[in-house]
């Protein structure tokens, strides 16, 4: 990590390092899912119910750094970047969290199967669209570099590269949802509607975990375009 430079000294109250917090903490919540998913798959209620505790635990962490930065979020003239920006990449990074908990707590509500068909597909969805949380993690950890060469040079290129990543995995992960969707679209008939009705839910809220992740990186795209 490069050194702190004099306009990271001037910019004491930047919210960039809350902001890469509150990140990490949404990240450490998003990857704790696929260890709920596989307590799930395997039907182990018990264990999936104390992932589940874990990831609310994680959410509420992430939920007081979200606070405890919008009550200290500089107003004057002198933030390193853009109030609104700040405001919006918050409020994806927040997003996540609020996601993951709400799979794990319907999924764990409902005591959901997965069907055997999908399951394998379904986990590896999971586990990409986490991939998307841990590369948009990586973005926002630039931040401060970025602030340091004052959003030019070399360092621009590098975070371009990683939020084209982004754009990569994320879109592997819309490709893989539109497969899991036809797995149980073949078998529906044979379930019961209900549990049909709630697996689709469960299968687009895993999926707006990745559209989340690049939002972020697109936040973090129109920093640097400024």
């Not at 039907?43 to 992932?51: C, I, L």
């Not at 107003?75 to 390193?80: E, H, Q, R, T, Y």
Request: proline share 5%; charged share 25%; glycine share 6%.
């Amino acid at each position: 990590m490069a050194p702190r430079s004099y306009i990271t000294d001037l910019f004491g109250s930047s919210p960039i390092r809350p902001l890469q917090q509150h990140m990490a903490q949404v990240e450490s919540c998003a990857r704790e899912l696929i260890r709920f998913v596989d307590a799930a798959l395997a039907g182990d209620w018990e264990t999936a119910a104390a992932q589940q505790r874990l990831i609310t635990t994680c959410e509420h962490k992430a939920d007081a750094l979200k606070k405890d930065l919008r009550m200290h979020l500089p107003k004057g003239l002198f933030m390193p970047v853009s109030r609104p920006d700040v405001l919006e990449v918050l409020w994806r990074q927040d997003q996540i969290a609020n996601k993951t908990k709400d799979i794990a707590g319907l999924m764990l509500g409902r005591r959901m199967q997965i069907p055997g068909p999908i399951a394998e597909p379904f986990r590896a969805f999971v586990a990409r669209c986490l991939d998307a949380v841990t590369q948009a993690h990586v973005a926002v950890d630039e931040l401060d570099e970025l602030l340091d060469t004052g959003f030019s040079g070399g360092e621009v290129v590098r975070v371009e590269e990683m939020l084209r990543k982004l754009d990569a995995i994320e879109s592997e992960t819309d490709t893989i949802q539109v497969k899991v969707r036809e797995g149980l679209f073949a078998i529906e008939r044979d379930l019961p509607p209900v549990d049909v009705m709630f697996t689709y839910q469960i299968i687009a809220w895993v999926g707006d975990i990745a559209d989340l992740a690049q939002q972020v990186g697109s936040r973090l795209q129109l920093m640097l375009a400024r």
